[in-house]
């Protein structure tokens, strides 16, 4: 008997459901939700391995959802991660260029001694500047970090997901990965995928899904099993295309794919500018030591001509 003429209370199993759908759904929708089934069952698999026991089913349920989910998470809170530390070492950049780009106030006639006093004080400011300013920009990479990952842990979360994919359409557009973006939510990238699964001349394939079938709990269990799939492909897109833009990354002309490699540039900003303002601070101090040298021998050597012009006028008066 041809599976679309047998009677609906026959489809009690996942599979029996998945049978039925290849004689109602088209051909590309049926062999994605296929592989979002065998995508799942993979998990249960190794999950089974894994615990090198007999489990039941519930147990191998539950442990399949938490590796899927912990995956998912992992991935998207690493990217969290690489991103903010990114944002952290523009602002130390950002911050090093303004405290550089300040200028000492020398101006007026003070003396060789508030010349020296003026530059200690300038590299005294600047260096409260950069340590000040790396405490606030910590702070701050530190309160966002923890905050976009929570919202992500909790926007991500698998009452979340079964809330929002309740339709073979959401699932199909979560499996394909249409319209993806690079943000930390997953589901929000396609709330409109009902919509997008309509055009003028084909339904959505839940609406070619009987409703009998559709009530049934093997119909939800399948589509469960669908829904998780997806999430597990979606993930590895997710890997592929963040470690691509790792891989494209650089700060100053330096590779920056990894937040160990950033953490080392934004590190190396901070040294190269503390050992630039105690070499300046040493120049300034030469250079006025050598300024106040000059002048002094300028003083001396105008006090010695004036007792010279003295002596030579009164030798001059002597021959008269």
């Known amino acids: 008997m041809s599976r679309l003429k047998r009677p609906l209370q026959t489809y009690k199993t996942p599979v029996a459901i998945l049978d039925y759908m290849q004689g109602v759904l088209c051909e590309q929708d049926y062999l994605d939700l296929q592989e979002c089934v065998f995508e799942h069952d993979g998990y249960l698999t190794r999950t089974q391995q894994e615990a090198k026991k007999h489990c ?13 989910f912990g995956d998912l998470h992992a991935t998207l809170l690493f990217h969290c991660e690489f991103l903010h530390a990114m944002n952290r070492c523009l602002d130390v950049s950002l911050l090093v260029a303004d405290i550089m780009d300040v200028k000492p106030d020398l101006n007026g006639d003070d003396g060789d001694e508030m010349c020296v006093d003026a530059g200690k004080l300038d590299v005294h400011i600047k260096t409260e500047g950069l340590v ?28 979340r997901f079964s809330l929002r994919y309740k339709t073979l359409a959401r699932i199909l557009h979560l499996a394909r990965g249409l319209d993806e973006g690079g943000g930390g939510d997953a589901g929000n990238e396609f ?6 699964q309509t055009t003028k001349t084909t339904k959505t394939a839940d609406a070619l899904i009987d409703s009998v079938v559709r009530g049934s709990n093997a119909y939800e269990t399948l589509k469960n099993k669908c ?6 492909k979606y993930t ?36 190269k500018t503390t050992a630039m303002l105690q070499t300046s601070h040493c120049l300034h101090q030469k250079r006025n030591r050598l300024e106040c040298a000059t002048r002094k021998t300028q003083e001396e050597n105008r006090l010695l001509q004036n007792e010279l012009d003295s002596v030579q006028a009164r030798i001059e008066q002597m021959h008269k």
């Open 227 to 232: 829904m998780l799939g997806a999430i597990v």
């Open 56 to 68: 039941s089913d519930a147990f191998l349920y539950t442990k399949s959802c938490s590796m899927i």
């Open 191 to 196: 709330e409109d995928a009902d919509d997008m």
């Open 132 to 159: 000040g300013g790396m405490a606030v920009i910590n702070k701050h990479s530190a309160t966002q970090l923890r905050e976009d990952k929570e919202k992500i842990t909790n926007t991500n979360s698998q009452l």
């Open 236 to 271: 590895q897109r997710s890997k592929e295309r963040l470690k691509l833009q790792r891989q494209n990354t650089t700060i100053c002309g330096v590779r920056a794919d990894t937040m160990s490699r950033i953490a080392s540039i934004e590190s190396d900003f901070v040294k």
